[in-house]
C-alpha cells in the first residue's frame, strides 16, 4: 500500500504561485511514477504533470506546460507541484497518484493510489 496525502491548495489571485505537496508512504519504494491529475465542477479528471519516481523524467499537460513544474524531494519521499502564472482555468481540486508499473503517464486509470485531493481556486 502507498499513502499520499496533498497539502498546499488555497486561494490565489490570478498570475499567483501555488505549490502543492504530496507526501508519499508506505511501500514507496514499488511505485514507479507519480502524478497530478484534477478536476473542476462537472468536468472530467485531467492530467496534469506526471515523473517517474527516480525523478529522470516529467510529462506534463499542454494546458500546464511552461507554467507548472514537477519535482520530487528524495529525502522526504514527497512530489511538489509548482505552479505558476495562475489562471482562472486552473481551479480545480488537485489529486496526487502513484501507479506500480509503466505505462501512459497521462491515463488516470493506471494509478494505483490516489490522494484526498486539495483545493485549488484562482480568483480573477
Known amino acids: 500500500q502507498v499513502q499520499l496525502v496533498e497539502s498546499g491548495g488555497g486561494l490565489v489571485q490570478a498570475g499567483g504561485s501555488l505549490r502543492l505537496s504530496c507526501a508519499a508512504s508506505?511501500?514507496?519504494?514499488?511505485?514507479?511514477?507519480m502524478g497530478w491529475f484534477r478536476q473542476a465542477p462537472g468536468k472530467e479528471r485531467e492530467f496534469v504533470a506526471g515523473m517517474t519516481w527516480s525523478g529522470d523524467t516529467t510529462y506534463y499537460g499542454d494546458s500546464v506546460k511552461g507554467r507548472f513544474t514537477i519535482s520530487k524531494d528524495n529525502a522526504k519521499n514527497t512530489v511538489h507541484l509548482q505552479m505558476n502564472s495562475l489562471k482562472p482555468e486552473d481551479t480545480a481540486v488537485y489529486y496526487c497518484a502513484a501507479r506500480l508499473r509503466a505505462g501512459s503517464p497521462w491515463r488516470m486509470q493506471e494509478y494505483n493510489y490516489w490522494g484526498q485531493g486539495t483545493q485549488v481556486t484562482v480568483s480573477s
Open positions: 508506505g511501500r514507496t519504494f514499488s511505485a514507479f511514477a
